[in-house]
C-alpha cells in the first residue's frame, strides 16, 4: 500500500526527553523519520528508512521504540482494517481518508466550528476522549 507523502527539507530538532520519555539516538530517528515524511508508514516502512541512517538497527528495536512513541502520545497507531499498524504523527483531532483506487492514505481535518459530537446520536453524559476516523472511497480521477 502506498501513503500520502509529504517532504519536508529542513532538519527536525527533538529534545532529549519528550512526554516524560528520554529519546535515545534510535527513537529519535524514528521520530524524526515520522515527522519528515509524513506518509503513515508501517513499522516495516519505518525500519527500511532508519536502516539507512542505523545500519544495524533491528527490526524488535524500531517496534519498542515505536511502542513507546505511541505510549507516551508523541504519535498514534492507526489500523486500517486487516492491515499492519501505520503510524501518524499528527495528535490533533482528525481522520483519515483511505484511497482504495490508489491506496494512499491522507489526513482529514475536520472544517472549522464544525463539533463532530452535533452530528452523533451519543449516550447521555458521553464525552470525546478520542477520535478515530476512517473513510474509504476514490478520488474521482486519480
Do not use: W
Amino acid at each position: 500500500m502506498v501513503s500520502q507523502s509529504t517532504h519536508f527539507t529542513e532538519e527536525i530538532e527533538i529534545p532529549d526527553e519528550v512526554s516524560g520519555l528520554r529519546m535515545t539516538r534510535q527513537r529519535q530517528e524514528v521520530y524524526r523519520i515520522l515527522m519528515k515524511q509524513r506518509n503513515h508508514p508501517t513499522a516495516n516502512d519505518v525500519f527500511m528508512r532508519v536502516k539507512e541512517i542505523i545500519p544495524n538497527i533491528s527490526l524488535a528495536t524500531v517496534y519498542n521504540c515505536l511502542e513507546a512513541l505511541v505510549q507516551h502520545n508523541i504519535i498514534r497507531q492507526v489500523n486500517f482494517d486487516r492491515e499492519s499498524s501505520r503510524y501518524c504523527p499528527n495528535l490533533s483531532d482528525h481522520g483519515h481518508f483511505h484511497d482504495a483506487a490508489t491506496g494512499v492514505i491522507h489526513d482529514v481535518n475536520f472544517k472549522p466550528g464544525i463539533q463532530l459530537a452535533d452530528f452523533l446520536n451519543l449516550p447521555p453524559g458521553a464525552l470525546i476522549d478520542n477520535i478515530e476516523i476512517t473513510v474509504r472511497g476514490k478520488i474521482a480521477n486519480s
